[in-house]
C-alpha cells in the first residue's frame, strides 16, 4: 500500500479539497462581478459625461428654442450634432471597456442579454445599479461643472408626436441596438473585434431620427442621470423605461429564434477563409 491513505480518508481528503476549491471559486466569481461593476460604473459615467456635456456644448452653441430650428439646416445640424457626440462616446466608451465589463452602459443591453441566454442574472444584479448610479453622478458632475440648463439634455417628445408613437418608436429604436450588441460582441465571429465600432454607429444610425422624435434615448440611464441633475422630469418619462425594455425583449426574442432555428446555416461561410 505504501503511503497511499486509506479510502475513507481519501475520500475525505477529497471532499475538503473539492470544498476549498469550491469556496475559492465563489470568491473568484464575486470579485469577477465587483471588477466588472466597476468597469460599468467607470465606463457609463464617461459615456455619459461626454454625452452629456456635448449635448449641453451644442444647445449652449445654437441657444435657440427647438421649435424655431425644427424646419431649418440649423435644426439639421444640431440633430446630426447630438447624435454624433452620444453614437462616438459609445463607440470609444465600448471599446476601452468591453474587456473589463462588456461595455452595456444600458440597463435595456444588460436586460437584452439576460433575456438572450447571453449573460447571467447574477452579473446583471451587479451591472444595472452601477449603470444607473453612473448616470446620476454623470448628470450632476455634468450640471456642477458647465453653464447651460441641464434640463435640455432630457430626452422629450416633439411637437406632433404623441405618448403611444414615441414609446413604439424608443422600443424600435432599442430593438436595433440590443440585436446589433447580440449579434457583433455577444454571438462571436471573425469581426467580433470589431463589435465597438457597429455598436457606435448602431447608435449614431438610431439618433438620427430619435434625437429629433424621442430625443433618441434608447437607454434608461442616458434619461434618467440628466433628469435626476436637473430636477426635471417629463410627465411621460415612463416611455424611456418601457419602449427600451420592450425593444430588449423584442431583440432578445428574434435572437433566439435564429439561434433555435440554426442561422448559420441558411447563410453559410461567413467566416470561413477565403479562398484564393
Not at 480518508?9 to 462581478?33: A, P, V, W, Y
Not at 454624433?84 to 465600448?94: A, H, I, M
Not at 452602459?105 to 449603470?131: I, K
Request: proline share 4%.
Amino acid at each position: 500500500m505504501g503511503g497511499q491513505l486509506p479510502v475513507d480518508e481519501q475520500s475525505g481528503d477529497h471532499r475538503r479539497h473539492q470544498h476549498h476549491q469550491h469556496d475559492h471559486s465563489h470568491t473568484t466569481t464575486f470579485q469577477q462581478h465587483v471588477v466588472a461593476a466597476t468597469g460599468e460604473f467607470v465606463g457609463t459615467f464617461m459615456f455619459l459625461f461626454m454625452g452629456y456635456s456635448g449635448h449641453l456644448m451644442i444647445l449652449d452653441q445654437v441657444s435657440t428654442d427647438r421649435n424655431s430650428v425644427a424646419n431649418s439646416s440649423l435644426g439639421f445640424l444640431q440633430t446630426m450634432a447630438v447624435g454624433f457626440t452620444y453614437g462616438f462616446s459609445l463607440l470609444v466608451s465600448v471599446w476601452a471597456f468591453y474587456r473589463i465589463s462588456g461595455g452595456l452602459f444600458n440597463p435595456a443591453v444588460t436586460l437584452g442579454l439576460c433575456l438572450a441566454n447571453q449573460l447571467p442574472w447574477t452579473r446583471a444584479a451587479f451591472l444595472m445599479p452601477t449603470q444607473l448610479i453612473a448616470c446620476m453622478c454623470a448628470g450632476g458632475v455634468v450640471r456642477a461643472m458647465f453653464p447651460g440648463d441641464l434640463a435640455g439634455v432630457n430626452t422629450i417628445l416633439a411637437p406632433g408626436v404623441n405618448i403611444a408613437q414615441g414609446l413604439f418608436a424608443e422600443m424600435f429604436f432599442t430593438a436595433y441596438l440590443v440585436f446589433v450588441v447580440l449579434m457583433l460582441a455577444a454571438e462571436k465571429s471573425r469581426d467580433t473585434f470589431l463589435a465597438p465600432v457597429g455598436i457606435g454607429l448602431a447608435l449614431l444610425v438610431a439618433e438620427i431620427p430619435g434625437v429629433f422624435y424621442t430625443g433618441g434615448s434608447l437607454n434608461p440611464a442616458r434619461s434618467f442621470g440628466c433628469a435626476v441633475a436637473s430636477a426635471s422630469f417629463p410627465g411621460y418619462h415612463w416611455i424611456y423605461w418601457l419602449g427600451p425594455v420592450l425593444g430588449a425583449v423584442l431583440a432578445a426574442a428574434y435572437f433566439r429564434f435564429v439561434k433555435a432555428w440554426h442561422y448559420e446555416e441558411a447563410n453559410p461561410g461567413q467566416d470561413a477563409d477565403s479562398e484564393v
